[in-house]
């Protein structure tokens, strides 16, 4: 089965409880550094990819899942000489708490972002589980018949019971960046409402100005101008959600003219500031 893929990613909006995604392709759809509203995993069937998770990167194998938090800014850097096949699942995190408020269905997700184990792997048995699962999920996903969207409802929370029980991968598929772009990833997160400037970030990293530059677009994927947009884009969301007036959300999150800043998170959110807070 193939499903086409949505632009939920640009929106930034799960219109859906969940999406299920089975993509097969030799190219996969990159994109730059980008982030959701909604929690989704990864489930690598063939292929070559490396995704970058904030400051972390991972080198995904077979049947391992990659976990990808809401809001964790992310990047695919596929191998395009080899088949790419996947599955894909964007889950609307609300919907799992209230359906079975007991399971905690979404907890992986948590501690994976307390401990910085996105990256996990199936044993032997829990492999032949989640196959079945995708399995037979498949099965139903073109059936009409009564009862057919409560089974497929009920997959996906097996589905996301057994990615519950996975262990993580620890160092195994890890890859560190070079430790300048790591610091310097830090540096950007943590002044992001100060001026940012290719050259002053530079000489943190104590690099010429264009070998910085190529060594930051080599190791991330994404230009620096393109990497503190997001991260300033997504600081800004944040802040308006917890009730800050939009224009302060802007100048703390490093937008000297609000205009521009209007622009670039209708672009990125596909809604306005004053949209999002309603």
């Known amino acids: 089965m193939r499903q086409e893929r949505k632009h939920y990613s640009r929106e930034g909006y799960l219109l859906e409880h969940y999406h299920y995604f089975h993509l097969r392709d030799t190219a996969g759809q990159e994109r730059d550094f980008h982030f959701h509203e909604f929690d989704k995993f990864v489930l690598l069937i063939q292929g070559k990819v490396d995704y970058a998770v904030e400051d972390s990167l991972y080198t995904l194998r077979p049947w391992t899942v990659l976990l990808v938090k809401h ?108 430790p300048k772009i790591r610091r310097t990833l830090s540096y950007i997160n943590e002044n992001l409402s100060r001026e940012l400037t290719v050259d002053s970030l530079a000489e943190q990293a104590y690099l010429s100005r264009y070998h910085f530059m190529r060594l930051f677009k080599a190791q991330t994927g994404s230009t620096v101008h393109a990497y503190i947009r997001q991260k300033r884009l997504l600081t800004a969301a944040r802040l308006i959600r917890e009730g800050v007036p939009a224009n302060q959300a802007a100048a703390e999150s490093g937008f000297a003219d609000y205009s521009a800043f209007h622009r670039a998170f209708k672009a990125s959110f596909g809604v306005s500031p004053g949209q999002l807070k309603k």
Do not use: W
């Open 71 to 178: 809001h964790a800014i992310h990047r695919a850097d596929i191998d395009r000489s080899v088949p790419y096949e996947r599955i894909i699942l964007y889950l609307d995190r609300q919907y799992f708490d209230r359906c079975l408020p007991e399971a905690r269905l979404m907890d992986c997700f948590e501690t994976a972002d307390r401990t910085g184990q996105y990256l996990l792997v199936p044993d032997a048995q829990q492999r032949r589980t989640l196959a079945d699962i995708i399995a037979a999920y498949e099965r139903t996903a073109s059936e009409g018949d009564y009862g057919a969207q409560a089974m497929r409802d009920t997959l996906v929370m097996q589905m996301l019971i057994q990615i519950g029980r996975m262990g993580a991968a620890g160092t195994e598929g890890e890859r560190q960046y070079d």
